[in-house]
């Protein structure tokens, strides 16, 4: 694998990893972790989980939203240099939902290689299997997490005429439910998926109000992607 341009200039490698089954991560993504000079992460330990789960040992450096501002500038410097460095999230894609953005942003100012290693991604995997439409999609990530804010950001986008996509929380999925019922009407269906690729992947599809008393008996652990079908919309 060629982890240099022709300048000299090194390359920021934006890997995709997955959202928690690790037989997911693929050997393009692996040959980019085993080449690149350091990996930069969102945690450290989880990412030496992965590395250990390939027999791979390399440098790593934090880069999380606590110190997102300073090391994007420090590690587009590395790129310059001619390192090859590799951002990586927890899981998924770096910079959707997760730190990258500005660090790629700097990149680009700069005029630096940014190449990306496709993969998995919670909200596109959520969409297909949800059997809600996909001709068109709504991603809107987190929601706010001021009851407020979160309903004046569903209220705008109640009538948009596509699937809409977004993660919450263990914490905040009830209410988020409700404010769902509120906003959009208890007939609208809903796709909740929970712990996708793990051991206890769940999907509870059908109109919000019936969904809603699936989740209260069933288990809120673990990490959710919701996807909201258009107005009128039935399976």
Not at 13 to 21: D, F, R, S, Y
Not at 142 to 158: D, G, H, T
């Given at each position: ?40 992460c969102e ?74 290693i496709p ?68 007939e609208r ?47």
């Open positions: 694998m060629n982890l240099e341009d022709k300048s000299g200039k090194g390359c920021l490698w934006l890997v995709a990893t997955p959202i928690g089954n690790l037989g997911d991560f693929s050997s393009r993504g692996a040959d980019t972790l085993s080449n690149a000079d350091q990996i930069a945690d450290t330990r989880v990412t030496k989980k992965l590395l250990d789960h390939l027999s791979i040992k390399k440098p790593l450096i934090s880069y999380r939203e606590e110190n997102e501002r300073v090391k994007s500038v420090e590690l587009a410097e590395l790129v310059e240099s001619g390192q090859s460095i590799a951002l990586v999230s927890d899981a998924g894609y770096p910079g959707i939902s997760d730190p990258g953005f500005r660090l790629i942003r700097e990149c680009r100012r700069r005029e630096l290689r940014v190449c990306p993969g998995p991604n919670a909200a596109i995997t959520a969409l297909a299997a949800s059997g809600l439409p996909t001709h068109q999609f709504l991603y809107l990530g987190f929601l706010p997490k001021k009851s407020a804010a979160c309903c004046k950001i569903l209220e705008r986008w109640k009538h948009f005429e596509g699937s809409i996509v977004f993660y919450e929380s263990k914490y905040r999925i009830e209410k988020t439910l409700l404010g769902i019922d509120n906003t959009f009407g208890s269906f809903v796709c909740i998926s929970r712990e996708l690729t793990k051991i206890h992947e769940t999907f509870h599809i059908g109109r919000v109000c019936d969904v809603r008393n699936k989740m209260i008996v069933s288990s809120s652990k673990g990490e959710f992607t919701l996807v909201v079908a258009p107005e009128g919309y039935t399976l």
